[in-house]
């Protein structure tokens, strides 16, 4: 049988890869304007430095975790041994639990060095259900500040978000922009215990996982995709009420820095993000049309307990990323294309194998002259050459035979209006060159 891809993953093919290209390099552009520096992170992680990071309860965290075996440590679990933590290795399902542990391995903030700011781009691994603008292997960017405390840093990370969006064509009109606070360790703990409570209450109406959540994690029951704990919970209580005296200033200094900016955004007491490292500011950007249920194209928040929860020091922290495979689908329903389809400059075609040599030379140079230019190696005849010449959108064919190379030239053709005209090989770079 022949074998595919497996399941959620995709091959990004030609344009599809230049696309990425593209996503990657205006991501670099945006970011550097802000003061990031790329990262590199590794595409595996122990175990634990996600389940930590991200919450033990979370559905990235109990359920979409890819493990990572070697062969020796299958072995080991097959024969009933145990795994040091070391050899529990996870592909990564997000960056920012990587870059925090890299930040603190490396010590990247010394006394008084913060903040330190770095941007990563790369596939992310998640086993949930695939479905449209929902992968298991996808593509992301993603930044990253440790050490900045100021309200104005919140909302400058939401800036470059939106920053970026546009710089990929996105129309700020197309686009939804959700904001909420999740609070600090002072007052989380009271509002979680006020929404358990209130699920209490509604147990009979809740799914199987949100009754247990009840008792774990009452806030993830905000996530869930049930459309029976969607209703309860939107009567559940509203953690804008609850917030502490620091945590309801704060936040409203970052809706000020917001407004300030010119940019809209809408109050969502529900947005919980998917992550339990989230404190205060978090946000989401979604887009109206395009993506149906998957509708969140990047999303972020301050997370000042990550650092401490990894191992480092105890230093604040926030961020966001963004997917690729999600934007691609907004700009297509907006009808704009990230990479365009690329077309040689140049055909050369072989009017008989006489000439085989000399035209393996000429495209040579070319290329070297920094000219795209095709050829056929398979020794097919002119017609079909020029079939070719023609499927593959070149500008010019250049035509060489027999009786022009005598001659030292070949004939210029230009492929949309089928003027001639002869051109000398020798100096045929630096003319086509002048051309295009
Ligand atoms: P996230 O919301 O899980 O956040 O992912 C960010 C973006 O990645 C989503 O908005 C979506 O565009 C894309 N994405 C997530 N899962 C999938 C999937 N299965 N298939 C396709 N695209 C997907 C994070 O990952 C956090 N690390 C963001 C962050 C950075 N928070 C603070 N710093």
């Known amino acids: 049988m022949a074998l595919k891809a497996p399941k959620g993953c995709v091959d990004l093919i030609g344009k599809d890869a230049r696309a990425w290209e593209r996503f990657c390099a205006v991501a670099a ?4 304007r802000y003061g990031y520096e790329r990262i590199e992170l590794p595409t595996f992680e122990q175990v634990d430095l996600f389940v930590r990071g991200c919450g033990e ?28 933590a070391d050899q529990r290795l996870a592909l990564r399902p997000e960056g920012t639990a990587s870059v925090v542990r890299a930040v603190a391995q490396h010590n990247l903030i010394p006394q008084g060095g913060a903040p330190v700011k770095l941007y990563y781009a790369g596939p992310m691994f998640r086993c949930e259900r695939p479905q449209k603008g929902r992968l298991r292997e996808f593509h992301q960017v993603g930044i990253e500040c440790l050490g900045a405390i100021d309200a104005t840093a919140d909302a400058e990370m939401i800036i470059v978000c939106m920053r970026f969006f546009e710089a990929l064509g996105l129309q700020t009109s197309s686009m939804e922009l ?31 996982e949100c009754v247990r959540r009840a008792e774990t994690n009452p806030l993830r029951a905000f996530d869930c995709k049930n459309s029976g704990c969607f209703d309860v919970m939107e009567g559940a209580p509203r ?14 200094q970052v809706k000020a820095a917001l407004r300030a900016a010119g940019l809209d955004y809408r109050c969502d007491s529900r947005l919980v993000r998917g992550f339990d490292y989230y404190t205060g500011t978090v946000f989401e950007v979604q887009v109206t049309e395009g993506l149906g249920s998957q509708s969140a194209i990047g999303g ?5 307990k990550l650092m401490a929860e990894v ?30 389809e690329i077309h040689p400059q140049v055909y050369v075609a072989c009017v008989d194998a006489t000439v085989r040599d000399e035209a393996f030379q000429l495209v040579q140079d070319l290329r070297d002259a920094g000219i795209f230019t095709l050829y056929d190696q398979q020794g097919r005849s002119l017609k079909s050459q020029f079939k070719l010449a023609d499927k593959s959108g070149a500008t010019y064919c250049l035509i060489l035979g027999p009786e022009e190379l005598a001659a030292g030239q070949a004939k210029l053709r230009h492929m949309q209006t089928h003027d001639e005209r002869p051109i000398a ?11 295009i």
């Open 29 to 32: 552009d945006v970011f550097t």
């Open 57 to 84: 309860t979370t559905d990235v965290a109990t359920k979409e975790i890819f493990s990572v075996l070697s062969i020796g440590a299958a072995a080991k679990l097959r024969e009933g041994g145990q795994l040091k």
């Open 178 to 208: 959700l904001i909420n606070s999740m609070g600090c360790p002072e007052c989380r703990p009271a509002y979680a215990q006020k929404v358990a409570a209130y699920m209490h209450e509604h147990e009979g109406e809740l799914c199987e």
């Open 239 to 252: 953690f804008e009420d609850e917030l502490c005296e620091h945590c309801r200033e704060r936040f409203a």
């Open 300 to 304: 972020g928040g301050r997370y000042d």
């Open 311 to 340: 191992g480092g020091n105890d230093v604040c922290g926030l961020g966001f990323a963004v997917g690729f495979e999600r934007i691609v689908l907004a700009l297509e329903a907006a009808g704009v294309q990230l990479a365009e």
């Open 425 to 435: 090989l020798a100096s045929a770079p630096q003319e086509i060159l002048s051309l």
